[in-house]
């Protein structure tokens, strides 16, 4: 979710007496026959460096088997005329050792891409995809930051109709911005990290995301929910975002259900509710102390004599172990955190790691999986 934080800074010379309005088309909008889950072809994998204000990043997401969480993300930003920028983060959370770190790395703007688009090569951050589009090989050699892991796809990715949300349009043409999303739900991550000199092997569920936001975040959405909920015979992800008041509040959700390492169900019928909210007197956000979550959906139809079922999930997630609360604007100047927090309110990022239990139903079985989830909400925007 973070990929947005390296725009933040241009909200002032862009934000003001907007008044556009226009509709919303959301990926679920692009689905045939109730079937939402569409097949990632190699075009998916690719880089697309597009101009303006756009936003592009790849997440791998990593719930280690000793119950930690990690994650690293690689980014690239454009800021209309202003020349691109690359950076990096990474979250290591592990409760043996008890580290817990955040890191945000500004690099220089060399980012090198294969010849078919889908591999690159930045000044600390490599990432490199095998031919099958099966299993990334991922490379950080920062002073600060040492890396190298195997991340391999268990089952099937996907993407959503389209992969696509089209803000104040119904394709690309006619839209004042896009959202694009690429999942891999469930995967395998092995190998070693190295942060502020401490060594540590990495065996991990990973969930992994390919995500592009053609337009400045602060104009897309009010607010994000992401779930990415990884368990020894299951993994759920959930990704939700509010847009902004100009695009009508319409919430797009999107999500997916592993079963037994497969990919049974990707499903838009889903639900976040926030339960016993507290104002956090930091902030003023009303934060949730527990929240219910519900996926519902039908089973993946593979081929014509498969017999669809439907599918649903429901979790409830007491919020006990909050690893991080990110100030967003922390890092830049005083005067104009103020000038931004005056029109775009205070961008702050929750970020959780609690135990659930998922209770699983598909067709007339059901099923009880206890396992981690990782939970992120993210306040953006006042519009």
């Given at each position: 979710m973070s990929s947005w934080l390296s725009q933040i800074t241009s909200t002032v010379t862009n934000i003001a007496g907007l008044t556009e309005e226009g509709s919303v088309k959301t990926p679920g909008d692009s689905a045939k026959d109730g079937q939402y889950y569409s097949e990632l072809t190699s075009k998916d994998y690719e880089w697309t460096l597009a101009s303006g204000s756009a936003t592009e990043n790849q997440i791998f997401y990593m719930t280690t088997k000793t119950g930690g969480f990690i994650f690293v993300q690689l980014i690239y930003s454009g800021i209309g005329l202003w020349k691109p920028?690359?950076?990096?983060?990474?979250?290591?959370?592990?409760?043996?050792?008890?580290?817990?770190?955040?890191?945000?790395?500004?690099?220089?703007?060399?980012?090198?891409?294969?010849?078919?688009?889908?591999?690159?090569?930045?000044?600390?951050?490599?990432?490199?995809?095998?031919?099958?589009?099966?299993?990334?090989?991922?490379?950080?050699?920062?002073?600060?930051?040492?890396?190298?892991?195997?991340?391999?796809?268990?089952?099937?990715?996907?993407?959503?109709?389209?992969?696509?949300?089209?803000?104040?349009?119904?394709?690309?043409?006619?839209?004042?911005?896009?959202?694009?999303?690429?999942?891999?739900?469930?995967?395998?991550?092995?190998?070693?990290?190295?942060?502020?000199k401490q060594y540590y092997e990495v065996d991990a569920y990973g969930m992994f995301i390919h995500a592009i936001q053609g337009m400045q975040p602060q104009l897309i959405a009010s607010k994000w929910n992401f779930i990415d909920f990884q368990a020894k015979d299951a993994?759920?992800?959930?990704?939700?975002?509010?847009?902004?008041?100009?695009?009508?509040?319409v919430e797009v959700?999107?999500?997916?259900?592993?079963?037994?390492?497969?990919?049974?169900?990707?499903?838009?019928?889903?639900?976040?509710?926030?339960?016993?909210?507290?104002?956090?007197?930091?902030?003023?956000?009303?934060?949730?102390?527990?929240?219910?979550?519900?996926?519902?959906?039908?089973?993946?139809?593979e081929n014509d004599?498969?017999?669809?079922?439907?599918?649903?999930?429901?979790?409830?997630?007491?919020?006990?172990?909050?690893?991080?609360?990110?100030?967003?604007?922390?890092?830049?100047?005083?005067f104009l955190k103020k000038i931004v927090q005056t029109f775009v309110v205070k961008p702050y990022v929750y970020q959780w790691l609690d135990e659930a239990t998922a209770e699983i139903t598909v067709g007339d079985e059901k099923f009880t999986c206890p396992g981690k989830c990782y939970q992120e909400l993210v306040f953006v925007s006042a519009f």
């Open positions: 920028t690359v950076s990096f983060t990474c979250r290591f959370y592990d409760p043996l050792s008890k580290k817990n770190k955040f890191k945000n790395f500004n690099q220089a703007s060399e980012f090198t891409l294969s010849k078919d688009r889908r591999s690159v090569k930045t000044e600390f951050f490599n990432v490199t995809l095998d031919e099958a589009s099966s299993k990334f090989k991922i490379s950080i050699t920062h002073p600060e930051l040492i890396a190298d892991l195997d991340y391999i796809r268990i089952d099937k990715g996907f993407k959503v109709g389209e992969g696509k949300t089209f803000l104040g349009g119904k394709d690309q043409n006619s839209a004042a911005g896009i959202v694009s999303h690429k999942f891999w739900p469930r995967c395998s991550a092995k190998g070693t990290i190295i942060i502020e993994a759920l992800s959930m990704m939700q975002f509010t847009t902004t008041k100009q695009y009508g509040g959700n999107q999500g997916s259900i592993v079963l037994h390492d497969k990919l049974i169900s990707v499903c838009v019928e889903n639900n976040v509710e926030m339960l016993d909210l507290k104002k956090d007197p930091e902030t003023d956000y009303d934060i949730p102390q527990s929240v219910k979550l519900s996926w519902k959906g039908k089973t993946i139809k004599t498969d017999q669809v079922k439907n599918v649903s999930v429901v979790m409830i997630v007491p919020l006990k172990n909050l690893i991080d609360k990110i100030d967003i604007l922390a890092e830049i100047p005083w």
